[in-house]
Structure formats: structure tokens, C-alpha cells
């Protein structure tokens, strides 16, 4: 039950109506009895500010910090984790005592459901595709692994830019493609063990596109798609079909959010529950 004592945690975001954090949050603190509530806030970015400075006067304990203000809201925040400022973005703000912390789990997400799935990065070589928030994430991440990577993008300076900052941080192999370049791009495919898709390329309600031809595809790449709907992207099914060895975006999902609710309460959710709420909420949009 909400009473006067009841701790708040939220999303703050733009479009927010479909967001899947509150239902999965809520569930996780009902099954554990404690006595937070967690509640959407669609901000606009001129709001962006207030809304924020609001986190610390009404002592919301946490928020969720989602499109279109993942960067933005950097810049009103008192300290940011290094990792976070490496990428260049955040998705979850921690308030301590009134300081407000930034941090970035979607790439933390990211490498513990690869961890979760048994595939070991070592000595791997990557390709990615996107040049945006979630490729960042999860570039930084891969490239304390892994033994190379390559970004395919749509645009050079997103891209280049990306290439610049892993290289300043990282001694390993770091290049990149352009998307028009289907020839390189294949032989680029040939040449490695994972493909990673970053873009929002075969995204609902677009299900039926994909960035990569089945063609380019062979039996032993593990190919990972962050998209979480729908499940099963078009990518996804044509790797499976060749036999790879597939990950969906919704354990990603499912792991950014566990290891904030973990930052803000102190307290390891459900993952079972916290899934299962994401996959019915998905199940609804078919
Ligand atoms: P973003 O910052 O806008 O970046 C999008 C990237 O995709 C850019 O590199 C962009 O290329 C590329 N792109 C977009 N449309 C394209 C097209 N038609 N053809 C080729 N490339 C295209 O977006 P984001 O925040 O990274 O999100 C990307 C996807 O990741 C979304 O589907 C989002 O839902 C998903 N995501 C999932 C999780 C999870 O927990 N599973 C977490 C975060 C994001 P340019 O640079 O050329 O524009």
C-alpha cells in the first residue's frame, strides 16, 4: 500500500506511454514487499531541467532517464560514472542525499546477458552495426573484451567520431565501414565471430527489414540483435535459419533494469518475474 512513507522512482522520458520499466519495476518491488513506487513522467525537453532538479526536491530516490533525453540530461546531474561519461550518455540517475549520480546500464545490460548466454568475448572479433546511444553502450563494453571490433554506419561522422573515442580508450583493433559498402561489409562478415545490431533497422512496426542479407550470414557467427521488439527480429530469424547462435534485445532490457532497481534499493529483483512482465507486455503488441 502507498503511504507517507513511501519511496518514488520514475522514468522521465518522451514518449513515454509504452514504456515497459513501470509494470516490470512495480512487479519487482511488489514481490519483494518493499515500499517504493515507480512512475512515468513525460517531460518535455525545455522541462528537462525542472523535472530534474525536481528529482531532488520531492527526494525521488531514482529515475529512469530514457529517448529523447539521454544525453541532455548529463549536464544537470552532480557527478557521472565514468563509464557513462565515456559513452556519452545516461539511462538511470541515483539520488544520494540529495546528489544526483549518472550512470549507464545499458551497456553494463548488455554484456551480462551475453555473460548469461555462455559465449565468451575473448579473443573475438565484432561487428557492429549503428553509430548511436546503444552502439556506444555497447561498443565501450565490448572493447574491454574483445579482440577487435568494426562499425558499420549510415553516416561517417557518427561513426568516426565512435571510432575515435574507443581508440583513445581502447589498444585494440577499431574500424569502421560505411553501410553502402555491402561487398566489404560481407567480407567483413566472413572474417568475424559476432555481428551486433544497434540500429532501430527491423524495429516494430517495422518487423519485416533487416540491415544484413541472410547470405552474408555463416553458421558459426553469434548474432546479437538489441532490438526487444519485436522478440524475434527479421535479422534473428534469418540467422537462426542458417543455424547461429542467437540473442535477442529483451534480456538486455530486462538487465539494464536490474542492476538500477539493485543501485537504487539495494535489493536483487526477481529476473524471472521482471522478464516474464516485459515478454506479456510484448505478447500484447502483436
Ligand atoms: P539512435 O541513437 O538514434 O541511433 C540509431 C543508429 O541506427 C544510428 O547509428 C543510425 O545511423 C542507425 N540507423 C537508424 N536508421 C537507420 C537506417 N534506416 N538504416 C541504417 N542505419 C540506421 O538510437 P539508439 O538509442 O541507439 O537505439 C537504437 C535501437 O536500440 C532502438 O531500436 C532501441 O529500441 C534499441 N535499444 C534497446 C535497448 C535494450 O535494452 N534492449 C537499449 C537501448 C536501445 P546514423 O548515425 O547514420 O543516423
Known amino acids: 500500500m502507498i503511504t507517507s512513507k513511501t519511496k518514488i522512482l520514475c522514468i522521465i522520458g518522451n514518449p513515454i506511454e509504452h514504456s515497459m520499466s513501470v509494470t516490470m519495476h512495480n512487479a519487482a518491488i511488489q514481490k519483494l514487499g518493499l515500499n517504493y513506487v515507480y512512475v512515468a513522467f513525460k517531460v518535455f525537453q525545455n522541462d528537462l531541467s525542472s523535472a530534474i532538479n525536481g528529482l531532488r526536491a520531492f527526494n525521488i530516490k531514482g529515475s529512469s532517464i530514457t529517448i529523447p533525453h539521454k544525453i541532455t540530461a548529463?549536464?544537470?546531474?552532480?557527478?557521472?560514472?565514468p563509464m557513462a561519461k565515456n559513452i556519452g550518455a545516461i539511462n538511470t540517475i541515483k539520488n544520494e542525499n540529495g546528489i544526483l549520480i549518472g550512470r549507464n546500464t545499458d551497456g553494463e545490460g548488455f554484456l551480462k546477458s551475453i555473460r548469461e548466454h555462455d559465449y565468451d568475448l575473448k579473443d573475438k572479433k565484432i561487428i557492429l552495426f549503428g553509430a548511436g546511444g546503444a552502439a556506444r553502450a555497447c561498443a565501450f563494453y565490448l572493447a574491454k573484451e574483445v579482440a577487435g571490433i568494426t562499425i558499420i554506419n549510415r553516416t561517417n561522422d557518427r561513426m568516426n567520431d565512435l571510432i575515435l573515442k574507443l581508440q583513445s580508450k581502447y589498444e585494440i583493433p577499431i574500424k569502421g565501414i560505411n553501410i553502402s559498402k555491402s561487398e566489404d561489409i560481407k567480407k567483413e562478415i566472413e572474417n568475424s565471430d559476432m555481428l551486433v545490431n544497434t540500429t532501430p533497422v527491423g524495429m516494430y512496426p517495422d518487423g519485416n527489414e533487416s540491415l544484413v542479407k541472410q547470405s552474408w550470414l555463416h553458421p558459426e557467427l553469434f548474432v546479437v540483435d538489441v532490438i526487444y521488439s519485436p522478440i524475434q527480429t527479421k535479422l534473428l530469424q534469418k540467422a537462426s535459419s542458417i543455424g547461429c547462435n542467437v540473442l535477442p534485445g529483451v534480456d538486455m532490457l530486462v538487465n539494464q533494469g536490474i542492476i538500477a532497481f539493485k543501485w537504487w534499493t539495494g535489493v536483487s529483483p526477481d529476473k524471472k518475474l521482471m522478464k516474464q512482465v516485459v515478454l506479456n507486455?510484448?505478447?500484447?503488441?502483436?
Open 281 to 286: 507486455e510484448l505478447d500484447e503488441l502483436k
Open 74 to 81: 548529463m549536464k544537470y546531474l552532480d557527478k557521472i560514472e
